[in-house]
């Protein structure tokens, strides 16, 4: 049976006379090495594994992005600003960087590798696997969803023996259920765009992650996702995501 090792740090990833703020920071054993997850804010999440940095959803409202490491892989699950910035991509991006995109994202990132539900590529040397992420109940005033079916992705990202999956923004969908193996979740949990703690709970007994991170919070209660899994075999993890 794999092990699974995690333990919480904080760490400053530039110097206090910077002004960059300090960020928790998580460090996760995998079959090839340790993967470091640094909670940058949000939906922002930076990972470090084998010399590699991946970073998803990027935005620079919740970090100065020109004093965080370079990217070797960038992913953005959709085209909201809260998601996409072309700024941050900017600051992190080197000419060997690899952006993965969603197709609503291509526009705004020229030469995005575009990667569509049920895609898997191989990016940076990483098994990427995109997967559905969508609304079904929150709507917009006009009826339409806040994020519809097809327009953006979720994420599985392969780290050794070590699948990390990013929801994206979206509820709790049937096509949660064919996650498998998932060793560590994102699952966003803000309304009314994403997922109430009991949508968010239920999307984590159908991924069973050993290890789940509520993220893109907002002003929802994480502790209540604690409580409503009290029993099952997941570790909630409350990180400062809101």
Not at 71 to 78: F, G, M, R, S, W
Request: proline share 6%.
């Amino acid at each position: 049976m794999r092990t699974l090792v995690c333990c919480l740090i904080v760490v400053a990833l530039a110097s206090s006379a910077s002004g960059q703020r300090v960020f928790e920071r998580d460090t996760i054993a995998t079959s090839q090495g340790p993967l470091e997850i640094t909670f940058v804010g949000h939906a922002s999440v930076m990972f470090r594994w084998q010399n590699k940095v991946v970073h998803v959803d990027p935005v620079t409202r919740e970090a100065d992005y020109a004093q965080l490491p370079k990217a070797d892989l960038v992913l953005i699950t959709h085209e909201h600003r809260d998601h996409l910035d072309t700024l941050a991509l900017r600051q992190m991006c080197t000419p060997s960087t690899v952006v993965g995109v969603s197709e609503a994202c291509k526009e705004g990132v020229p030469g995005g590798v575009i990667l569509r539900n049920g895609d898997v590529d191989t990016l940076a040397g990483l098994r990427i696997e995109a997967v559905p992420a969508y609304n079904i109940l929150h709507q917009r005033e006009n009826g339409q969803p806040f994020h519809p079916r097809g327009r953006g992705n979720g994420y599985v990202i392969v780290f050794g023996d070590t699948r990390v999956y990013l929801a994206g923004d979206t509820e709790d969908i049937p096509e949660m259920a064919e996650l498998r193996d998932i060793s560590v979740a994102f699952l966003p949990m803000n309304l009314p765009y994403t997922m109430t703690p009991e949508m968010a709970a239920h999307a984590a007994r159908m991924v069973k992650p050993k290890v789940l991170y509520p993220y893109h919070y907002g002003r929802s209660d994480p502790n209540q996702l604690v409580e409503l899994l009290q029993g099952e075999k997941i570790e909630v993890r409350i990180r400062q995501m809101r």
